[in-house]
């Protein structure tokens, strides 16, 4: 089992930066690939970059690449997701999830944390 808490997104203006973390609990989170999704309201939910279990491997999605890094701690059990150049279509809200794959899929993700709103204003 893992359990994943987010705390606060929060509101930046357009080409700003936010950084965002998940801190995860559960003594298998290191042989976990992490991910970062988004998902507006009424769409549905949107791959956004993952890394594998031992930090070595990363992939992005286009529109965020290049601007977002992502990142995980294993001491601290934590996943960042640092995102530069903010854009106003950058705002919905993002969730953190693990997966014992590296996959894009968020159906391959088997646990979730409870998402955190990121606004960018124009």
């Known amino acids: 089992q893992v359990q994943l808490v987010e705390p606060g997104g929060g509101l930046v203006q357009a080409g700003g930066s936010l950084r965002l973390s998940c801190a995860a609990s559960g003594s298998t989170f290191a042989n976990y690939a992490m991910g970062w999704f988004r998902q507006a309201p009424g769409k549905e939910r949107e791959f956004v970059a993952i890394?594998?279990?031992?930090?070595?491997?990363?992939y992005y999605a286009d529109s965020v690449k290049g601007r977002f890094t992502i990142s995980r701690d294993r001491a601290k059990n934590t996943l960042y997701l640092q995102m530069n150049s903010l854009k106003p279509e950058d705002t919905t809200v993002y969730y953190c999830?693990?997966?014992?794959?590296?996959?894009?899929?968020?159906?391959?993700?088997?646990?979730w944390g409870q998402g955190t709103q990121v606004t960018v204003s124009s």
């Open positions: 890394i594998n279990a031992s930090g070595g491997r990363t």
């Open positions: 999830a693990a997966s014992p794959g590296y996959s894009s899929d968020y159906r391959q993700f088997h646990y």
